[in-house]
């Protein structure tokens, strides 16, 4: 199972939410927050822009619902910087985040993964880490020009992830024993 924060991944850095809308008229402002716990996001501190230049710290954050936060930003006090903020990515270095569980992994880890068949054929490397709502999905961009892979990432169809070597086996939902697809 792929775990959050995010699918995007820049130079050692994670994606862990992006700035939305003033929330009033004193630099409140909504924050959309990609972490397995949405106010887990105030546990990374600073918060940086994509280039890890400009630097945001949380002073309050309230639940508003499911992922979308309310918060108020160190140097933010009216609506025109809040404004000025809207829609900003936010990030964090890879080694703040925690490591996660035994057969767990953080989207930002499996892209750039070389994917094989068991037969050691390169399928191609993963480029995002889809979840439309029914579990994750690798897509993997094949070496040459074609359309990507869509593949779910579950244990029968990738039974092998290894960060260390920088790969992960593939077997194609075609040759998954037991598994038939739709309209077969």
């Known amino acids: 199972m792929a775990r959050q924060p995010s699918e995007k991944t820049v130079t050692g850095l994670v994606e862990v939410g ?4 003033p ?17 887990g996001i105030q546990d ?11 630097r945001f710290v949380l002073k309050t954050a309230r639940l508003v619902k499911d992922d979308m ?19 900003l990515t936010l990030w964090v270095p890879r080694d703040q985040l ?9 989207h930002a880890d499996l892209i750039g993964l070389v994917a094989h068949a068991p037969d050691e054929t390169v399928l191609g490397t993963v480029t995002a880490v889809h979840d439309f709502g029914a579990g ?8 040459i020009d074609g359309p990507s892979l869509l593949v779910p ?7 092998v992830v290894d960060l ?16 038939e697809r739709p309209g077969a």
């Open 18 to 21: 992006v700035f939305g809308a």
């Open 23 to 39: 929330h009033g008229v004193k630099g409140e402002m909504r924050l959309k927050s990609f972490t397995a716990d949405p106010l």
């Open 44 to 54: 990374y501190a600073p918060l940086t822009d994509k280039t890890g230049q400009r």
């Open 69 to 87: 936060l309310v918060v108020a930003v160190e140097g933010v006090s009216d609506r025109s910087a809040a404004e000025a903020l809207t829609n």
């Open 98 to 106: 925690p490591e996660p569980d035994e057969e767990e992994f953080y």
């Open 136 to 143: 994750d999905i690798l897509d993997i961009a094949p070496l």
């Open 153 to 159: 990432f579950t244990k029968a169809i990738v039974p």
């Open 164 to 179: 260390a070597a920088g790969r992960l086996t593939v077997i194609l939902p075609d040759e998954v024993e037991g598994e």
